[in-house]
């Protein structure tokens, strides 16, 4: 499992069956359009973070986010696709058990 969860080191059976099923009742408590659209934001990401060879895109600096962010205001010129790019991030951060990048004030827009 990717994050700060490590079922290696769990010895006790119900608990390591228990953990690694944590994902999949965290992701089937959202409603399935919400994933998509979550899950669309994150490639994204991912995507324009692999291809700059500085940015680190899990976990994210929340300087490049911010960055990206931008970017995506400029290029796009809809608040729907930083929006989905926000949220997207801030959900995998989260459902993998880190702090996300979107939680630094430098990060916030405003309206999001």
């Not at 390591?16 to 999949?24: D, G, I, N, W």
């Not at 500085?54 to 490049?64: H, I, L, N, T």
């Amino acid at each position: 499992m990717n994050g700060v969860w490590e079922t290696n080191s769990i010895e006790d059976p119900e608990i390591k069956k228990l953990s690694e099923s944590l994902p999949f009742v965290v992701h089937a408590g959202l409603a399935s359009s919400t994933a998509i659209k979550y899950h669309s934001g994150w490639t994204k990401w991912i995507s324009w973070a692999k291809s700059k060879p500085e940015v680190v895109p899990f976990p994210a600096d929340p300087f490049y986010v911010a960055i990206y962010l931008n970017r995506l205001l400029f290029t796009s010129g809809t608040k729907e696709s930083v929006v989905s790019a926000f949220y997207g991030i801030r959900w995998s951060h989260h459902f993998s058990g880190y702090d996300s990048p979107t939680e630094n004030p430098f990060v916030q827009f405003e309206g999001i």
